[in-house]
Nanobody
Framework: QVQLVESGGGLVQPGGSLRLSCAASGFTFSRYSMNWHRQAPGKERELVATISSAGGSTNYADSAKGRFTISRDNAKNTVYLQMKSLKFEDTAMYYC?????????WGQGTQVTVSS
């Protein structure tokens, strides 16, 4: 069955870095665009970053530009989100999402907490 398993979250100080990973299985990963979303308590879910199926095109929310980098390894069926210069407001549950037309798969999320 389809699985998206996020990892790499944790507690980090402001200004620190984390790399999130999302391992996919059960579908043809290389045919799907991949997204990272986040949702903080009491806030709406936010699309943070998107990468095309072959990895040639990426897009970022304004809040992520210049600090976050999305990448993928289609040989490993994995998408990454490298985050640097983390801020308090980056605290959220981070979800990866695979999308192709009407097909839309989600992981369970990994918590990122930025705190001193």
């Amino acid at each position: 069955q389809v699985q998206l398993v996020e990892s790499g979250g944790g507690l980090v100080q402001p200004g620190g870095s984390l790399r999130l990973s999302c391992a996919a299985s059960g579908f043809t990963f290389s045919r799907y665009s991949m997204n990272w979303h986040r949702q903080a308590p009491g806030k709406e879910r936010e699309l943070v970053a998107t990468i095309s199926s072959a990895g040639g095109s990426t897009n970022y929310a304004d809040s992520a530009k210049g600090r976050f980098t999305i990448s993928r390894d289609n040989a490993k069926n994995t998408v990454y989100l490298q985050m640097k210069s983390l801020k308090f407001e980056d605290t959220a549950m981070y979800y990866c999402n695979a999308k192709r037309g009407p097909l839309d798969y989600w992981g369970q999320g990994t918590q990122v907490t930025v705190s001193s």
